[in-house]
């Protein structure tokens, strides 16, 4: 089979042919449609990220057709132990043995790939692979994050990528405002953010016209944290959503009096899918994607980096 595989952090991602993977106990072998790109792999690519498994095939927002034709997604959560306090107690997302696709079980960049049965989730047959793909991080880690984040009815979101472009739909269906900050001056994405319904989109070094019950930071920029707390209302909460992110300055603890929060999000549970995506369908969530070849696997990472595309990127095998 082709896959596209990192060999070395920080160097490009290289097509080879490779043998094609044999399923273990358990396992599904999986012929893969589309594989949404997420900032993760590009974190892991630029050495942001430890990568454990070298070489490794990226990749963890797969759609894949079954060997007797059952369309099922891949996530992030690859395997957890099933026996740890964090898995019987409901938190799997932070089994210390945990495995994750397209890190330490090689992903989608590829035409075949093999998962744990039991961490694939059943995608509604209403949406079309390309549309799906993106779900299956960006709107998963985003719905944890949301969830996260209580009932705030003043929503900021910091970094209107693949995840914020899913959770404000969400948010909007929910009744809330949403806020949406950008990399100051890109009027393209704070238009983009109006058209799917948030009320304010500024630059991040912008103040809202109003104070902000949470905000979610899907940036991988530290000193938004800084700035999301002072946009905050009392009692409101910081959301850090990524799995990396720069440095976090100092601030003053004036900040973060009045019983403000910082939390973080990490991976997620199978419970987490089932309900996003049961949620995705009714609203339903729509996603706007860029499609590149599988080849173009690099410059799909590239245009991510540059933010030359809106919503996700996805990769067709």
């Not at 290289?14 to 072998?29: A, F, H, K, Y």
């Not at 995608?123 to 009932?151: K, N, T």
């Not at 199978?270 to 690099?298: Q, S």
Request: hydrophobic share 40%; glycine share 10%; charged share 20%.
């Amino acid at each position: 089979m082709r896959a596209i595989v990192l060999e070395q952090p920080g160097s490009p991602l290289r097509q080879v042919t490779i043998n094609d993977p044999t399923p273990g106990p358990g396992e599904l072998l999986l012929q893969v449609a589309a594989c949404a790109v997420c900032r993760t792999d590009l974190h892991l690519r630029d050495a942001e990220i430890e990568a454990p498994k070298l070489p490794v095939i990226l990749g963890h927002q797969i759609v894949a057709t079954t060997d007797d034709g059952r369309r099922v997604g891949v996530p992030w959560l690859g395997w957890t132990d099933g026996e740890c306090r964090y898995c019987t107690s409901g938190r799997e997302n932070l089994c210390l043995n945990a495995r994750f696709t397209g890190r330490d079980i090689d992903g989608g960049f590829a035409e075949l790939t093999v998962a744990d049965e039991r961490f694939c989730l059943e995608l509604p047959d209403e949406l079309s692979d390309v549309q799906a793909a993106p779900l299956l991080c960006g709107g998963l880690i985003g719905y944890r994050a949301l969830r996260l984040a209580g009932d705030a009815p003043r929503l900021g979101l910091y970094g209107f990528g693949s995840a914020a472009h899913q959770i404000c739909q969400v948010a909007v269906h929910q009744g809330r405002d949403v806020y949406a900050f950008t990399r100051p001056g890109d009027e393209r994405t704070q238009a983009f953010a109006r058209g799917l319904g948030a009320g304010w989109a500024g630059g991040s070094d912008e103040t809202p016209p109003d104070e902000l019950d949470a905000a979610i930071i899907f940036a991988s920029a530290g000193p938004l944290v800084p700035s999301a707390l002072k946009a905050l209302a009392p009692g409101g909460t910081v959301v850090c959503a990524g799995i990396h992110m720069s440095d976090i300055p100092s601030f003053p603890y004036e900040d973060l009096w009045h019983e403000r929060t910082i939390r973080s999000v990490a991976n997620l549970t199978r419970e987490d899918g089932h309900e996003f995506l049961a949620l995705a369908r009714e609203i339903p969530v729509r996603t706007t994607v860029t499609t590149y070849p599988l080849a173009e696997a690099e410059q799909a990472l590239a245009d991510l980096r540059d933010g030359r595309f809106e919503g996700s990127a996805v990769l067709l095998t």
